[in-house]
């Protein structure tokens, strides 16, 4: 049985971050909701609760039954969470002089405390909440502080219960990884086991158990993720394994018929399907960016759907869904920020069930996966791409012109940043076809053409990003060979936002 830590989700913007450090330390985790624990689960060592963009006092805060959870599992509150929880034990939450943002140092710790082990005053740690704890309940002992935040972290006496107001899952924490380890593996006593190939070996014997002699149908993209499960599935089912590949039309230059050439070395059974001219018909004239996902989710159900029904006896949707496509989408405030491809209606409409190999792994656990399968690296290291693919990087209406126009741009930017050696750096780019025109010379002649923006970032998990500080040199020459050689534009720029505020995709 796979032990695991809980980590409940009280909206937080950073609570998948507290899952990816957790998983760095090869303990497993899951994030569910803050109102769905799983109490009936004999796996679970452990209790993480997030932060929350509520305050305790609100009406409409985000609150549990603390009692059905304490003294059973250790338990850490973090932010909100440890604020909750010294709010309905009896102690005093106020709105700070003045948001409390950014770097603190911890000036005083309690070093014999289990939490704190290994970490010193003067550590730097990471500060986000408009709320502080006043005044602690009795038996709540502090163990840390900084200069602003007398109540940094504390624990109540004789439990296994400890808050803390700063953020451990934040690089900008130094210590939190160290604090993160103390928790789960000396306080809640994690083994530690969770592994690519600790991954394969039971999610290949539960598939074989799952699928048994079943025939199994799964759309790839030509991304990381369908890629990956399409190996694994492979390798516990074999030949019952049908994929399609669906090509909407806005595809990369070329990816068409470098996908199905790395699909075949793989040894999977791909039937590639050209229903480019569909998609550009239902695409015509539609500038809103969540309507072009849906007409593009619905078209590729609809061609998927019917190539699938030239098979026989298939009973499963193999799907390449992972763990932020399911948290994001099943989001506890109710607000969707993009809707995801992989997560849409298909089972439903082919009467399948769904198996879904990867939908407990972050980005990177995937490809980790992926090199323990022995899988091409040009394939792992792959960026992340849009399933509408280029059709949410034209801005406005789509057009042939306008993807044929953007493909060759993209192509000079991607294969530049290989050229370079910059593509592994990077964690995704591409270029954004912008809905304006601006006024040019070329070769002593006006022109008034289009503009494209130039987007790579850097990251670690796709929460947040950072734009990638590219070399003057080479977006120098990347801008100069767009120009020179893609007919229709004539300006290039360089998008220098993070995520947040802005997202990686500008649509």
């Given at each position: 049985m796979q032990e695991k830590i809980i980590i409940l989700d009280f909206g937080s913007q950073t609570t998948q971050l507290i899952g990816r450090r957790v998983r760095e330390l090869n303990m497993y985790c899951e994030i569910v909701p803050y109102n769905k624990f799983p109490h009936s689960d004999p796996s679970v060592i452990g209790v993480i609760l997030s932060g929350s963009p509520f305050s305790v006092y609100d009406e409409k805060a985000f609150k549990i039954e603390l009692d059905t959870i304490r003294g059973k599992y250790p338990i850490l509150g973090i932010c909100y969470g440890a604020q909750f929880m010294a709010y309905v034990n009896g102690g005093t939450v106020e709105p700070a002089n003045s948001r409390e943002y950014g770097r603190a140092l911890l000036t005083t710790i309690d070093t014999t405390n289990p939490l704190l082990k290994g970490i010193e005053p003067g550590s730097q740690v990471w500060m986000s909440h408009g709320d502080t704890i006043t005044s602690l309940p009795e038996g709540f002992n502090i163990i840390a502080s900084t200069e602003q935040v007398p109540v940094a972290a504390y624990q109540a006496q004789g439990e296994k219960l400890w808050g803390v107001q700063f953020h451990p899952e934040v690089y900008h924490s130094t210590c939190g990884t160290q604090l993160l380890r103390n928790f789960v593996v000396d306080i809640c006593g994690g083994k530690?086991?969770?592994?690519?190939?600790?991954?394969?070996?039971?999610?290949?014997?539960?598939?074989?158990?799952q699928l048994g002699d079943d025939k199994v149908v799964l759309g790839l993209s030509g991304g990381v993720d369908s890629s990956v499960a399409a190996v694994l599935l492979n390798k516990a089912i074999g030949k019952n394994l049908t994929c399609i590949f669906v090509d909407h039309g806005m595809l990369r230059k070329n990816e068409f018929t470098d996908v199905l050439r790395d699909y075949e070395v793989l040894g999977l059974n791909v039937i590639g399907v050209d229903a480019s001219r569909k998609f550009f018909s239902e695409l015509a004239g539609v500038t809103d960016p969540e309507k072009k996902r849906k007409i593009i989710g619905k078209g590729f159900i609809e061609v998927f759907d019917e190539e699938a029904h030239k098979l026989s006896d298939v009973k499963w949707l193999g799907q390449g869904t992972i763990y932020p496509d399911c948290i994001e989408s099943l989001?506890?405030?109710?607000?969707?920020?993009?809707?995801?491809?992989?997560?849409?209606?298909?089972?439903e409409k082919m009467n399948l069930k769904l198996c879904e190999p990867l939908r407990l792994l972050f980005k990177d656990e995937v490809r980790a996966v992926g090199r323990e399968l022995g899988m091409p690296e040009h394939l792992i290291t792959r960026h992340p791409f849009p399933g509408p693919g280029l059709a949410v990087r034209i801005l406005g209406d789509i057009t042939p012109e306008k993807v044929q126009i953007l493909q060759e741009a993209d192509h000079i930017f991607i294969q530049g940043l290989r050229d370079w050696g910059l593509y592994d750096k990077v964690w995704q780019a591409g270029v954004i076809l912008l809905p304006v025109q601006s006024v040019g010379v070329m070769g002593d002649e006006r022109t008034y053409e289009r503009a494209v923006a130039l987007r790579a970032v850097t990251s670690t998990d796709a929460m947040t990003a950072d734009?990638?500080?590219?070399?003057?040199?080479?977006?120098?020459?990347?801008?100069?060979?767009?120009?020179?050689?893609?007919?229709?534009?004539?300006?290039?720029?360089?998008?220098?936002?993070?995520?947040?505020?802005?997202?990686?995709?500008?649509?």
């Open positions: 530690q086991d969770w592994s690519a190939a600790s991954f394969i070996e039971s999610t290949v014997a539960q598939l074989k158990q989001s506890i405030t109710g607000t969707t920020i993009k809707s995801h491809h992989n997560v849409g209606g298909l089972p734009w990638a500080h590219l070399p003057y040199d080479f977006l120098a020459e990347v801008s100069n060979k767009i120009i020179n050689t893609v007919r229709g534009v004539n300006r290039v720029t360089y998008d220098i936002s993070s995520k947040p505020p802005a997202t990686i995709e500008w649509e």
